[in-house]
C-alpha cells in the first residue's frame, strides 16, 4: 500500500537525475533551481567535474558512520582512520548545502520540494573496496555494515539539507547502477579474472528496506530507487518499500512495461527516463511526449494516471555543457506541460 503521508502529485513534474557539468555549485544551483521551480523539482546538484570527493561513490560514503574511506589506487577503499580524500567529500557537500541556503534564502518564491541523491547500498558494496583490494560486495558481513552505517548516517545529512530549505519536502533519489550485475554476479573481482558470486535476491530486497526505512525516520516525503533498464528488479523495489521506480524508458520490455503499470496501478510512481540524454541535440518535447503516451495507452493506463509520472532525461548531463544541460531542463518542463494536457483531455 502507499505510503498514507504520501501524497499523489496533481501533474506530471519534471526533474533531472542529479549529475551536472562544471565545477560551479553557485552557477548549478541557480539553473537548476531557476529552470525547476514549483511544480517541478529542482535537485541538489553533483560535480563530478571537481574531482575526488565529487564523485557519487565519495559523496556517498562520507556520509557512513563508524566506516571512514580514502582513495588508493584501484579506487575507494575502507580503512581504519578518516583520510584527506574523505575529508574533501565532506567539504564539498557542505559547501554544496550552504551554497543551496545562501541561494534558496535568496528567492522570492522557494520551491516546494527538494531531491538529493544517495548511491544505494549494493552499487555503493560494489564501489568500495576492503583492506585486501577486493569489492566489498564479496563479503556478506561488509555488505551489512555498509547498509546499516548509510541507513545510521543519513539522518543527519536530511536534518543538514532540511535546514538549508526550511518547508521543503524531500526526495530522495537512491542510485543503484550496478544491481543487475549485482544479481547476475558479473561484478569483475579486483584482478578482473573472476566474478563476484551474485548476491541472493532477497537480501538485496532487505538491504533496500533497511535504508528506505531510515530515510522516512529521517522525514524523506518519497524516496525513488534508480536503476538501468537492462534486468531491472521492479518487484524487488516495490517490495522494498520504494515510493518511485526511476528508469530510461528507450530499451523496456513490454514484460517490463506492465510491471510498471502494476505498480502506478497500486499507487507507486513513475519517474520515466524518457529523454535521451545520449544524442547529439535535445529532442522535440512532442517526441518525448509520444514515448511515453504510446505505452501508457497500450497498457491500458488511463491518461488522467498521467500525475504518477515525472518526466527525467535517460542519464545524467555532466558531460554535457552548461547551455546544453539547461536546455535539457527547460525541454523537461516542456514534456510535462504536454502530458499534463493530454492527462486533462
Known sequence: MPDADLQRPAQVTATALGPWPGQDPVEATRIIRGELGSPHLPFLAELPDRGVGADAIGRTASLLVDLAVDVQPHGWRIVDRPGRDLVRARSALSTDINVLADIAGEEDTTADELKIQLRGPLSLAAGLHLHNGERALIDYGARRDIAASLAAGVGAHLAKVSAAVPGARLVVQLDEPDIAPVLAGTIPTSSGYRTLRSVPGQEVTELWRVVIGALR?????????????IEAPFERIITAGADAIAVPLRALTTRQWEQLAGAVEAGKRLWAGALQSDGPGVPKA????????????????????????????????????????????TRLTQVADGLNQLALG
Open 286 to 329: 512532442s517526441e518525448v511526449v509520444e514515448a511515453v503516451r504510446r505505452p501508457w495507452q497500450q497498457l491500458g493506463l488511463p491518461l488522467a494516471a498521467l500525475g504518477t509520472v515525472r518526466v527525467t532525461p535517460s542519464g545524467g548531463l555532466e558531460r554535457q555543457s552548461p547551455a546544453a544541460a539547461t536546455e535539457v531542463l
Open 217 to 229: 525516520e529521517a522525514g524523506a516525503a518519497e524516496v525513488a530507487v534508480a536503476v538501468p533498464e
